[in-house]
């Protein structure tokens, strides 16, 4: 029987988010470089295309995401992966309720979706096939590794909990002592200062674009400043998140790397529609 995950379309803003950013990205590297910059434009299509093949098959794990009971086994499906766990397997089911403070390792996340490898704090190292954590999930401890899943359907516990004769124990992560559960990202308010003010940022970019560049005859190549601006935001707001929990430091200079950045590329913008 198959069982779907909480909330398991609420990742959708995200999805077309990411959709929209690749086809900007793609249609203003064509438009920015013609024939004579080909090696240049290619350098930047391969990138592009490979990490759009990649969220291809993101998108194609959010809406195959669930978990099945079978005779013997629980399986967890996302994408083309299936993780076979038998009863024998599970050491122990744990309902963590609360907040968790997870960091990402190797792994992929926005709002309403999370797979991957991620550390929590006062828990461990664990494999996450889940999609909203903010009121917890449930934690399994196995013989095949750590993971983490949030089922929409409480019937999918009972019959883990049937089938494998195990007790269902708890973990309170708003209880948890401040030392063990350190303190999260989404409750420092610098970390999310600096990321607002990246999107502020590339929003007023867009917009002075948007309104001021057609027509203004300004250079073609004004386009492709906003095509590094977006990119260096991805890739720094990812990596400011992996770094926080080994230096906050380190993750809010990443975040003011981008936004100095940023900024210079809408001064550069600004003068080239301007002159």
């Not at 978990?67 to 744990?94: A, C, H, M, P, S």
């Not at 063990?180 to 990202?185: D, H, L, P, R, V």
Request: charged letters at 15%.
């Amino acid at each position: 029987m198959n069982y779907r995950p909480k909330n398991a379309y609420g990742s959708w803003p995200g999805l077309l988010l990411g959709l929209l950013v690749f086809a900007f990205t793609i249609w203003g590297i064509n438009y920015s470089l013609d024939d004579s910059d080909r090696t240049l434009k290619i350098l930047l299509y391969v990138p592009t295309y490979l990490f759009l093949i990649v969220y291809v098959y993101l998108i194609i794990g959010v809406f195959s995401l669930s978990y099945r009971i079978e005779k013997d086994t629980l399986v967890i499906n996302w994408g083309f992966y299936k993780k076979r766990i038998k009863w024998d397997q599970i050491n122990e089911i744990i309902e963590v309720k609360g907040r968790a403070n997870l960091f990402p390792l190797l792994s992929v996340s926005w709002s309403g979706y999370m797979v991957g490898l991620f550390c929590v704090k006062g828990l461990g190292t664990i494999k996450m096939f889940a999609t909203y954590t903010q009121d917890g999930f449930i934690y399994l401890k196995t013989q095949e590794g750590l993971f983490g899943i949030t089922p929409a359907d409480d019937a999918l516990i009972t019959m883990l909990l049937n089938n494998t004769g195990k007790i269902l124990k708890t973990v309170d992560m708003d209880k948890m002592s401040p030392d063990e559960k350190g303190e999260g990202i989404h409750e420092d308010r610098f970390f999310n200062l600096y990321y607002k003010l990246n999107l502020i940022f590339l929003g007023i970019f867009a917009g002075y674009l948007g309104i001021f560049f057609p027509g203004s005859g300004a250079p073609k190549f004004i386009i492709l400043l906003l095509v590094l601006a977006i990119a260096l935001f991805v890739f720094n707001a990812s990596n400011a998140k992996k770094l926080y929990q080994f230096s906050y430091q380190g993750a809010y200079i990443t975040l003011l790397i981008g936004l100095v950045v940023t900024g210079i590329f809408i001064i550069l913008s600004v003068s080239g529609i301007s002159l």
